[in-house]
């Protein structure tokens, strides 16, 4: 008894030491909080091409939607604000990681239809140029992969990812500055102009000019389309009403889908590739997806000393390294393009690109100096081209999903469905340089990469672009920019690019530094004129309970979370 007072004294200041600690936490934590909330989301977001997309994602996500509710959703929005790049009409490709790590790639891109133009690689344009016309009209594969993946991620009812775009599709959209961009570029303009798309007033007015910056869009048809989807799910356009009015039109404008193709489309899961950059652990779309192109270009750059410093405490000359470097590398990943393909049809893989031992052969090839001949870099590359939208979204479950998709290039091949509102996509093409034969089922290659990285820190990096040829070096430079040399996501996604075309001429994005520009025309690199910077990144990345989302300036792109 005696000594119970000196107990309860001693308790009594232990007490208090615990309150003070767990006060102290309380008090970290809502700094930790207060520091987020200055630039970046506790819970969830979305980064998608637009504001209104990543807003539409969101919301999905704030009542109670998955990540790929989010995903479907956004996308389902990306069609009307930027129909040149996606739609239904269209196929995609989805790296998904879900709660206990495991990364899956879900493909459902489009497939060769049974029966196909023969020699219809005759047709592949031998300059740069838009491919127009029904015999590059692929299977669409895009509603079959929602629904593959709504049935095993969604959370939300499959009718309510398509509210938000049927509302918009018939209240109408304003033309957004990014798409009167697109129109007036003069090339794009004419082929408008002449295409099915403009004579049914989807991009022009009633007296077939084409629509600005401002003026409405209306996807009246397009609307009911997915008001029937919404109801019949997937098979309504897979083996219903909506299939048979499009194959009606695809037909009509002389191509060769029938209801078996769409019957038979089937979604692809593949095993994420895995491949160290460092302490970072970067997933990979497998082909006939671009990822490896982007693993190879990154393992080739892996290492360079100039790496440990900062943008700021790099010289001109160190720069001029690093670029030439970079260079150096996308012309070799040139070369390689060829290697990736359906890996169904082809048995060939595209494993060697992340293989140690061939990286380390082409990383002893890169010299000082640039070589003329381009057979040093097995250069036989594919026509260059441009197109498709990417968006990431990460929800407060963990689960994470990095998607592209595209309908190939701008509006596809220009070619409408009058009955059912929907674009056609023209991924045929994508066979063009990059194959000698095409099979019935083939799905063509890709340079999509959507790709998630685990960080040494523990964190989440999702990220993935858009821009046709363009993707790879558009995903590699922000990654080396912002895991390399320190720059914050959103500087390392702005930071001018630089782009090797199909020649092996070396184009500069707007805006690139003039001396390093110079030290590489000193180099030997020679210079294109290649003028349709339409590569966009999106991307988010999740550390320390933070989420920094980033949605490209370039296409006006703003990101949403909570
Ligand atoms: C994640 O995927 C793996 C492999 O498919 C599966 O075994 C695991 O149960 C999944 N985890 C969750 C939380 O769904
Ligand atoms: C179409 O052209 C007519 C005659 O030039 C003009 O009066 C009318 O305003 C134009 N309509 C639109 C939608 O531009
Ligand atoms: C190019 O970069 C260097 C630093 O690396 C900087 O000193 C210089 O001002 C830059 N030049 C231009 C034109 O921005
Ligand atoms: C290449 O240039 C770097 C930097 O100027 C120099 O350190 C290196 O020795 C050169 N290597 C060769 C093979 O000339």
Known sequence: MANLKPCVFSCCILACIICAVALLCVWIASLAEDTCSSGGFRRAAVSAD????????????????????????????????????????????????????????????????????????????????????????????????????????????????????IRLAREGIPLSKYLAKILNIPMVKGIMEKSSLCSHQLLCDRNKTILSQGDTLYFTKLAETMETIAKGGADAFYTGKIGHDLIQDIQAAGGTLTMDDLRLYKVQVQDAWTIPLGNTRMHIPPPPAGGALLGFI???????????????????????????????????????????????????????????????????MISNQTHENSYYYSVKPPPDHFGTTHVSVLDEDGLIVSATS???????????????????????????????????????PSSMTPVILELESGGILVIGGSGGSMIPTAVASSLMNHLWLGMSLKDAIAAPIVYVDTNNNVNYETGFNKSVKNGLRDLGHKEGTWKFFLNVVNALEKDKGCIVAVSDERKFGVSAGY
């Not at 409408?416 to 093409?429: A, D, F, K, M, V």
């Not at 340089?433 to 019935?440: E, K």
């Open 50 to 165: 637009s504001k209104d997309c990543s807003d539409v994602g969101m919301k999905m996500l704030q009542q109670g939607g998955s990540a790929v509710d989010g995903t479907i959703a956004a996308l389902l929005c990306t069609s009307l604000i930027n129909p040149q790049s996606m739609g239904i009409g269209g196929g995609s490709i989805f790296t998904i990681r879900n709660k206990t790590g495991s990364v899956k790639v879900y493909n459902f891109r489009e497939t060769v239809p049974k029966s196909f133009q023969p020699n219809l690689l005759n047709d592949c344009p031998t300059t740069f140029g838009l491919s127009l016309g029904s015999q590059w009209i692929g299977v669409p594969g895009e509603l079959r992969g929602y629904e593959f993946l709504h049935r095993q991620y969604g959370k939300l009812p499959w009718a309510k990812l398509f509210e938000p775009t």
């Open 406 to 444: 595209t309908i190939n290039q701008l509006f596809g091949g220009s070619i409408y469905s009058p009955r059912t509102g929907i674009i056609l996509n023209n991924e045929l093409s994508d066979f063009c340089g990059r194959t000698d034969t095409v099979r019935a089922g083939e799905q063509p």
């Open 298 to 364: 990154l393992r080739l750059m892996e290492g360079l000393k100039e790496f440990s410093l900062t943008p700021d405490s790099l010289s001109v000359k160190q720069r001029i390294q690093i670029y030439h470097h970079y260079i150096e590398a996308l012309k070799f990943a040139n070369g390689q393009k060829r290697s990736i393909s359906d890996p169904v049809f082809n048995g060939m893989s595209a494993k060697h690109l992340i293989d140690p031992s061939f990286i380390n052969r082409i990383r002893k």
